[in-house]
C-alpha cells in the first residue's frame, strides 16, 4: 500500500463484502418473524464452529506463557487464566485465521511479549472496579479510564504501516459541506428488526438508510477531510500498560437546554455537532418519532477504521452516564465491516444490572453465548435500543483483507456532563491530532 490514493479509491471497496473469512458462512437460517414488523436479520449461533470461529486470537505457546505469567503479576492468576482460556482456539484452527498481534496495540513492559488486544482488555476490565470512573464506549479506554490517566500523544508506531513514513502536514483538502434531501434515503420501512429473547436484542436495522451514492460519497469526503480526528493512547498509572486506541475517533455534543451546564464546566471544551450531522441526527430523530419513539441524540462519536487492521473489541455502550436504555443510532460509511453481537450471558440465563457506572461484561465463555452477525456497509444504519446494551456486547473484529476505511457515527443521548466529558476524553484526549491529506492521515490539527 504504498502508491498514493484518492478518496474515491480510498472507499473503493464501498459496498462490497470485505470480510477475509468464512464467518457469514456460519449464519444460520433461523431468522424468525416479530408480529407486525419488518423481516428479521442475522442469525443466532449459540454453537459457533469453533474451528472456524473468527475470534479466535491466535497465539503461541511460549507467549502464551509470558502472557499468562505478565497477567498473573499484574492481575492475579484466576482472572487472568480464565481470559486466556476463552480465547484461544483450539488446535485445529487454521494458519489463515491466524491474527498479527498487533505490536501497536498493546504492550507490555515485562516479558516482551505482545497479545492480541481483546485478550488484554478483557483480562484488564476484569478488575474494574465499581469505584471507577464512567469510561467511553471504547474498551480499550475503558480500562484506562479507571485510573483517570492523562492522555498523550500516541507514539509514532501506533500507526498502521500504511501511514509510519508520511509527512507531516496541517493541511488537508475540505470539500463542500454536505447537505441532503429526502430522496437521498430509503423509504422507512426498508427496516429490518433484530429482535431477539424477547426483547434482550433490539435493534433496528435499515442496510442502506443513505440510499444516494453521491449522498453517501459528499458525506464521507467531508467527514474525513474536514474533522479533526485524535489516536488516543494512555498509560494505566502504575503500570507500564499502554493502551492505544486502534482506530482515529473524534466525539462532538454537549448537554443543551436551560439546565445545561457552562461549557467552561467540561473538562475539554466539547464541540458543537457540526450541520451535516446534525442534520442526520435529526433526520434518525425524526423517523423514530413517526415510529412512537421519542429520542433526541446530542452527542456523536465518530471513528474511523483506516484498514481492517483498525477495531473495536466487544464492549457495551451501557454506562450509567447513557441511562437505563440507551438508544444508539450507528450510521456507516465506506468500506463494508462484519459487526458482532454477543450476549454476556447465555441463552436462558438473565444478565445482571451493572454494578459499575462504567457498565458491565460479558460473563464465561463465549462458546456459549448467542451471537448476531451483520455486515454494516455504505449508508446503513444499526439503531440499538431497549436492553440491547444491558445485555449483549458489540464489536468490529479486525479483518486482514480489509485494505479500505470505514466511517463509523454513532448519536447518543448523554444525560450528564460526566458522559461528555467521557466521550471527549477518551476520543479526543489532548495528544496530538491528524489530518486527512487528501490519501492519507498526517498528524496535524486544524480540523472540525
Ligand atoms: O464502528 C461501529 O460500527 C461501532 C462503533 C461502536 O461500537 C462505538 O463507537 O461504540
Ligand atoms: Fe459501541
Not at 456460519?26 to 436479520?41: H, Q
Not at 466539547?270 to 421519542?294: F, W, Y
Not at 453465548?369 to 464489536?395: N, V, Y
Amino acid at each position: 500500500m504504498t502508491a498514493k490514493r484518492s478518496l474515491d479509491s480510498f472507499f473503493s471497496s464501498q459496498g462490497q463484502g470485505s470480510s477475509d473469512h468464512s464467518a457469514k458462512d456460519e449464519r444460520s437460517t433461523d431468522a424468525r418473524k416479530r408480529p407486525g414488523s419488518a423481516k428479521v436479520v442475522g442469525a443466532r449461533i449459540t454453537q459457533p464452529n469453533a474451528a472456524s470461529s473468527v475470534q479466535s486470537q491466535w497465539m503461541p505457546a511460549d507467549e502464551r506463557r509470558q502472557l499468562e505469567l505478565a497477567l498473573k503479576l499484574s492481575l492475579g492468576s484466576v482472572e487472568a487464566s480464565g481470559v486466556i482460556k476463552e480465547e484461544l482456539p483450539p488446535p485445529s484452527a487454521s494458519v489463515r485465521e491466524r491474527q498479527r498481534i498487533p505490536e501497536e496495540l498493546v504492550s507490555l513492559s515485562k516479558p516482551s511479549a505482545t497479545i492480541a488486544p481483546s485478550i488484554l482488555t478483557k483480562a484488564l476490565t476484569a478488575e474494574e472496579s465499581p469505584s471507577g470512573k464512567p469510561s467511553s464506549d471504547d474498551s480499550e479506554s475503558k480500562v484506562a479510564a479507571l485510573q483517570d490517566p492523562q492522555p498523550q500523544a500516541p507514539p509514532k508506531r501506533s500507526l498502521a504501516p500504511m501511514f509510519s513514513s508520511l509527512p507531516h502536514s496541517s493541511k488537508a483538502a475540505q470539500g463542500p459541506q454536505p447537505t441532503f434531501d429526502d430522496t437521498d434515503f430509503a423509504p422507512t420501512d426498508k427496516v429490518q428488526v433484530l429482535n431477539r429473547f424477547s426483547g434482550s436484542l433490539d435493534c433496528l436495522f435499515y442496510p442502506s438508510w443513505i440510499s444516494s451514492v453521491p449522498a453517501r460519497k459528499g458525506l464521507r469526503d467531508w467527514m474525513l477531510s474536514s474533522l479533526q480526528w485524535h489516536r488516543v493512547c494512555y498509560t494505566r498509572p502504575g503500570t507500564t500498560f499502554k493502551i492505544n486506541t486502534p482506530r482515529f475517533t473524534t466525539t462532538f455534543g454537549m448537554l443543551t437546554g436551560p439546565q445545561a451546564p457552562p461549557l467552561t464546566s467540561y473538562k475539554i471544551r466539547p464541540k458543537e455537532i457540526p450541520g451535516p450531522l446534525r442534520e442526520l441526527k435529526e433526520r434518525i430523530e425524526a423517523m423514530q418519532s413517526t415510529g412512537g419513539v421519542d429520542v433526541t441524540y446530542n452527542a456523536a462519536i465518530v471513528n474511523f477504521y483506516a484498514t481492517g487492521e483498525d477495531s473495536i473489541s466487544y464492549h457495551a455502550d451501557d454506562e450509567a452516564f447513557l441511562g437505563p436504555e440507551p438508544n444508539i443510532a450507528s450510521l456507516s460509511l465506506g468500506a463494508t465491516r462484519d459487526f458482532y453481537l454477543r450476549r454476556k450471558q447465555p441463552e436462558g440465563v438473565p444478565v445482571a444490572p451493572a454494578t459499575s457506572p462504567s457498565g458491565s461484561k460479558g460473563v464465561g465463555s463465549a462458546k456459549d453465548r448467542p451471537m448476531e452477525k451483520l455486515q454494516l456497509s455504505e449508508g446503513a444504519l444499526l439503531i440499538m435500543r431497549g436492553k440491547t446494551q444491558a445485555e449483549w456486547e458489540h464489536s468490529i473484529p479486525k479483518r486482514k483483507g480489509v485494505k479500505e476505511g470505514r466511517i463509523n457515527i454513532t448519536f447518543r443521548k448523554a444525560i450528564d456532563r460526566k458522559a461528555i466529558d467521557n466521550f471527549t476524553r477518551y476520543n479526543r484526549g489532548d495528544g496530538g491530532g491528524y489530518r486527512w491529506n487528501g490519501s492519507r492521515m498526517v498528524e496535524g490539527t486544524g480540523g472540525i
